[in-house]
């Protein structure tokens, strides 16, 4: 077992255009060894996520912060707060990401994290708030968010069911064949259980909007 922590936001860049655009800060992209893992479990507080299934042999992790007013001070003190942690637990590789603060969307920065892994790994992700897309994975899905909107786009060919949920707000399944109708009043949810596929997709939101797309 390893675990490794570092400080995320190193690099101060500036758009394209000064008169109107906003600075950012990024961190230089990092590499993982999944050292035999075959699952993956994110742990993200708030913000935007995208997480994206590939052909690569690592996990790969790029973080940047958007400054959202003129006090840059503001926005650096944001992004040197945020920390990776990362700890391979058995078969399950965890990333978790600390020191976002949940006050921070729409005040001095945004915080937007991509993250690439191996395709045929099982993915679990638990999410407080924000935005987050998963695409191109193969493995069990397994996702939960508190409030946001959740867009999942995956092969229908590699699922044998799928379930979106929302307890609060919209949910839909869309795949090859049509669209799966939502049942519920408040809470709406959506089921699948037609593919031939190994895998399972499960989308939660609490508060907002769960899309499964199965292509």
């Not at 758009?15 to 993982?32: C, G, N, T, V």
């Not at 050292?35 to 913000?47: H, M, N, S």
């Not at 946001?148 to 795949?175: C, F, H, P, W």
Request: proline share 2%.
């Amino acid at each position: 077992m390893t675990r490794s922590t570092l400080a995320a936001l190193v690099v101060t860049v500036a758009l394209a255009s000064p008169a109107f655009a906003e600075p950012y800060l990024q961190a230089e992209p990092q590499h993982f060894e999944l050292q035999g893992a075959r699952r993956i479990r994110i742990e993200y507080p708030v913000g935007r996520m995208t997480l994206e299934g590939d052909d690569g042999t690592t996990v790969r992790v790029l973080v940047r912060v958007d400054c959202k007013d003129e006090d840059e001070d503001d926005c650096h003190d944001d992004a040197r707060r945020i920390r990776i942690d990362h700890d391979v637990r058995g078969d399950t590789f965890v990333l978790e990401f600390t020191g976002i603060r949940k006050n921070s969307a729409g005040r001095h920065a945004t915080v937007e994290t991509h993250v690439l892994a191996p395709r045929a790994l099982a993915l679990t992700m638990n999410m407080g708030v924000g935005d987050a897309d998963v695409d191109g994975f193969s493995g069990d899905l397994d996702l939960e968010l508190g409030v946001g909107k959740l867009d999942v786009r995956a092969r229908e060919a590699d699922y044998r069911d799928a379930e979106a949920e929302s307890g609060v707000g919209d949910a839909s399944i869309e795949t090859r064949s049509g669209h799966v109708r939502e049942r519920g009043f408040i809470s709406h949810s959506a089921h699948w259980s037609d593919g031939r596929g190994a895998s399972f997709v499960r989308a939660h939101v609490g508060v907002g909007e769960a899309n499964v797309e199965l292509r």
